[in-house]
C-alpha cells in the first residue's frame, strides 16, 4: 500500500482531518511520518487508528485509550498491562451485551403485548358497526392500563 495523506487516510478511516491532528496532538498516535511537509500514513498507522476506532466504539473513554496508546509506546515490557486493561474492556462490554439483551427482551415482549391487544380490539370489532354505543371489554383490575404502557 502506498502512504496516505491527511486528506486520504481520514476519508479511508472515516474521520475528519481535524480528529487525526487532534489523535496526534493528544497522544494518542505518535507523529506521523512527513513528506514534503505533509503527513504520510502508512498501513501500520491506518491498523492502529482503526483499533482505536474500534475501542471508541465499544465505549472505551479517550482517557483510557490515551493510556493505552503509553502503554503500546514503552514497548513489550507494558503487554501484561495492556492486557489486563483490554481484558477489563472486554468485561465491561459483555456485561453491557448482556444488559441490552434484557433491553431487547423486554422491548420484544412490549411489542408482542401491543399487537395481542391490537388483535383482541380488531377481532371484537363489528364490521360497519363503529360506533360510540358500541360495549368496552372489561379489563381485571388495573390490567388494561399496564398493558397499554
Known amino acids: 500500500m502506498d502512504e496516505l495523506t491527511i486528506a486520504e487516510a481520514a476519508q479511508s478511516l472515516g474521520l475528519s482531518v481535524h480528529a487525526l491532528r487532534y ?7 505518535d507523529p506521523v511520518a512527513r513528506k514534503g511537509g505533509q503527513r504520510r500514513y502508512g498501513e501500520t498507522d491506518l491498523a492502529w487508528l482503526r483499533f482505536i476506532q474500534r475501542l471508541r466504539a465499544t465505549g472505551m ?11 503500546r509506546r514503552v ?6 498491562e495492556r492486557i489486563r486493561m483490554l481484558d477489563l474492556h472486554l468485561r465491561e462490554l459483555e456485561r453491557r451485551e448482556r444488559e441490552l439483551a434484557e ?3 423486554a422491548l420484544t415482549q412490549k411489542i ?3 399487537r395481542r391487544i391490537l388483535a383482541n380490539a380488531e377481532g371484537r370489532a363489528a364490521p360497519h358497526a363503529k360506533t360510540s354505543t358500541t360495549k368496552k371489554r372489561q379489563h381485571p383490575a388495573g390490567q388494561r392500563n399496564r398493558d397499554a404502557q
Open 23 to 29: 489523535y496526534e496532538r493528544i497522544g494518542l498516535h
Open 61 to 71: 473513554g479517550m482517557r483510557q485509550i490515551g493510556e493505552y496508546a503509553r502503554l
Open 75 to 80: 514497548g513489550e515490557t507494558s503487554m501484561p
Open 103 to 105: 433491553h431487547r427482551l
Open 112 to 114: 408482542a403485548a401491543y
